[in-house]
Structure formats: structure tokens, C-alpha cells
């Protein structure tokens, strides 16, 4: 069952303030407040999901296909499609997920290979 209290939820309420990098009625894109990476931004869908799972089985396709075109732009939209860059997303107890709502990690602007 979806956490209506987890922050990602109450950062989409606007409830807790972020680092906003892109918001639309669909999405929402922010800084990492512990970044990982130079850059490390985090995605988020509007859609009350708890994992990857869950945002697959719930989302339509079209909704599916914007979220991913969105990180898409994201990673275009601050040139990391030059370099290169990581997109993680983490799923469980096991999986290292921290909040329970579905969400990617874009990481770049430096070397990677600390992050496997």
C-alpha cells in the first residue's frame, strides 16, 4: 500500500520545499539534497507508486512513455547526453529503495565508476 506520508509525497504536495529542476502537471525532476554524483536528480511520477513494479502496472502506456521521455529531455536539457551519465532506479529492502514512491536517480557531470 502506497505511503501517503513518505517525502517524495509530501515534496509533491508541496509540503517540503526542493530544488525543483523541472515540474509539469505529470512530473517532477529536483536536486538531490545528498547528492552521489557532481550532478543528482532525482524523477519523480505524480502517480501515488510505490517502485518500478508498481508504476509499470499502474501506469498506462502513454503515461509510462512521458515519464521516460521527460528524463530523457532532463539528461539533454543539462548536456549530460555528452559525457555520459547513469540512470538508477532502486526497488525494495534489498533493491537499497529509501522512499517508497517510485523514482530515478540521474547521475553525471564527473567519472562514475565509484557507482556500480
Do not use: W
Not at 501517503?4 to 509525497?9: E, R, V
Amino acid at each position: 500500500m502506497y505511503d501517503q506520508n513518505n517525502i517524495f509525497a509530501k515534496i509533491l504536495r508541496k509540503e517540503i520545499a526542493c530544488d525543483f529542476v523541472y515540474e509539469d502537471e505529470k512530473v517532477l525532476f529536483f536536486n538531490d539534497i545528498n547528492p552521489q554524483a557532481k550532478i543528482h536528480i532525482l524523477g519523480i511520477p505524480k502517480l501515488e507508486v510505490i517502485d518500478f513494479g508498481d508504476f509499470i502496472l499502474k501506469a498506462d502506456e502513454n503515461e509510462v512513455k512521458f515519464f521516460f521521455s521527460k528524463v530523457y529531455d532532463i539528461v539533454n536539457k543539462i548536456d549530460l547526453d555528452k559525457d555520459g551519465y547513469k540512470i538508477i532506479t532502486n526497488s525494495g529492502i534489498n533493491g537499497g529503495q529509501e522512499v517508497p514512491h517510485f523514482h530515478v536517480h540521474i547521475l553525471g557531470g564527473e567519472k562514475l565508476n565509484h557507482l556500480r
